[in-house]
């Protein structure tokens, strides 16, 4: 009497070839996978997918530490059970999810450039992305109240994502016994439904952080803090989000004998105990993330 999905079965096959090639500066990379889906419900009209995906990428080696690289990816998804024929209350996400039995299957084709640094006293990584999707399967909400629970309907459109994703490493000090590395990060995905003009509900907001990192022959440490921006680029019927400020940290001491390895360390979590409520969670309103925690464990290998 729960169930938010009929009675069904899914059985799918799929055949996948990749395919690498090297010649000297330049290698090259293939890919390609068939899937055929079909899915039977109680009552419901059974729905059969085909589905192709492929790729092609290239990676330049620039210099010693320098690559350059490209892709370009169609990937197909086959729309599943609960998208086709969900119709009632989802308890987990706290909604009403209203599925439909006409999905068609979701394609997209993407572009992804990428820029790596990996030897040196700075190495990391730019990566920059475009996809193009036709028929993206998203959930929309409506606005309406079914059961006590906001309704959530499956529904396709055309839609456009880009962003970029960056990770930076300086290596302040290495020597036989000590290592010391600073890191940045960020990260940004913008994501809009072509014809009906809006973006793509639940998205994520854009993150930076910076961290710091020490290993020694006997002891270990980090911490790093994660910013979320505000998110107020919303979709309808959503609401707009208040960004946060993460912090972690982790201490530890790690050590030999009689050839088993202890490892005791200390782990925080949120220490600055923010009231942190991901965009891209659905149950947003009622479940925000974990308070601060630390943990304090300790660990044999043997």
Known sequence: DEAFVPPSL??????????????????YEFGLRYERQSVDADGNPSRSFDGLSGSAGMVWKLAEAWTLGGSLTRAARLPSAEELYSDGPHIATLSYEIGDSDLREESSLGYTIDL?????????????FFDDYDDFIYEAPTGEVEDGLPVFLYQ???AEFYGFEFLGVVQVMHTDRHDFDVEFRADRVRGSLVGEGGPVPRRPADTR??????????????????????QTRIAGEETATDGYTWIDATVGYRFVADRIVHDIMVRGTNLGDEEARPHTSR????????????????????
């Open 209 to 230: 952080g910076a961290g710091v990192r020490y290993r020694g022959d006997r002891c270990y440490a980090s911490a790093g803090v994660t910013i979320t921006d505000d």
């Open 116 to 128: 790596r640094r990996r030897a040196g006293r700075v190495t990391g990584e730019l990566s920059l």
């Open 283 to 302: 149950l947003k309103s009622f479940v925000p993330l974990p308070g601060r925690d630390i943990t304090v464990s300790y660990r044999l290998v043997f």
């Open 156 to 158: 396709q459109s055309a």
């Open 10 to 27: 899914t059985d799918s096959i799929a055949a996948f070839a990749i395919q690498e090639i090297d010649r000297g500066r330049l290698s």
